[in-house]
């Protein structure tokens, strides 16, 4: 009867160790911080002032900022996620010209993702894809371009698509690491004034967005 009472106990323990879910139910929530790299995979057209073309286009530099993630799990598989950050501030340079100004961003993004691994592995790969809407503020010309004549720069908000991948690697069943990378569609009219005279470029910005970050589940 001992010996029975020991191999049952023994079963139950190993049991418990084997079946340990790593990952993800139904109602759990995860909040996730870490640094998020947003990389510009730009393009534009050319730069247009009173009308004529000048022949030349823009870019926009990359930017490094804290970044906030929140999910919900609508099944085991299956969650709802908002991308959020800090603003992220981008150089915007005249192509073979140099700096012209700068701005901030901010680009709310929501996934929903699909997790493809069993729910008892520590890593956890996902794939998803959603909108985003990219708000755009604090646009200003470099002191020497304002003075050399160039006014009110303002950049439209945009609405596009994005898609990603990433992973969570459990540490236990509430701490993860999670990296993930991300392609968001965002375009843009920026609008200007040289000496009084209207100016306007088409730029498409399409950053990869590069995240590492640690998250806990609630």
Same mark, same amino acid.
């Given at each position: 009867m001992k010996t029975t009472m020991?191999?049952? #106990?023994? =079963?139950?323990a190993a049991l418990g160790l084997t079946s340990q879910a790593f990952a993800y139910e139904t109602g759990d929530w995860i909040v996730r911080v870490g640094a998020t790299n947003v990389a510009p995979d730009d393009s534009s057209g050319?730069?247009?002032?009173?009308?004529?073309?000048?022949?030349i286009g823009v870019n926009v530099d990359s930017n490094t900022q804290l970044g906030l993630n929140f999910a919900y799990f609508v099944t085991p598989k299956?969650?709802?996620?908002?991308? #959020?950050? =800090?603003?992220?501030?981008?150089?915007?340079g005249l192509n073979t010209v140099g700096a012209l100004g700068s701005t901030k961003h901010l680009p709310p993004s929501l996934t929903a993702n699909y997790y493809l691994a069993d729910s008892d592995a520590k890593f956890q790969p996902y794939v998803g894809a959603g909108l985003n809407y990219t708000i755009f503020f604090d646009e200003d010309f470099t002191g020497a371009n304002d003075s050399a004549?160039?006014?009110d720069l303002d950049l439209d908000a945009s609405f596009g698509i994005t898609a990603q991948a990433g992973f969570d690697y459990m540490i236990d069943s509430k701490w993860h690491v999670n990296a993930s990378v991300r392609w968001i569609d965002?375009?843009?009219?920026?609008?200007?004034?040289?000496?009084?005279?209207?100016?306007?470029?088409?730029?498409?910005?399409?950053p990869f967005v590069y995240t590492l970050s640690v998250g806990y589940k609630f």
């Open positions: 020991i191999k049952t #106990a023994l =079963t139950i050319n730069v247009f002032v009173g009308g004529n073309d000048l022949g299956w969650n709802v996620e908002l991308l #959020a950050a =800090t603003p992220f501030s981008h150089d915007i004549g160039f006014k965002i375009d843009t009219d920026a609008t200007f004034t040289l000496n009084g005279a209207p100016g306007s470029v088409d730029v498409e910005i399409d």
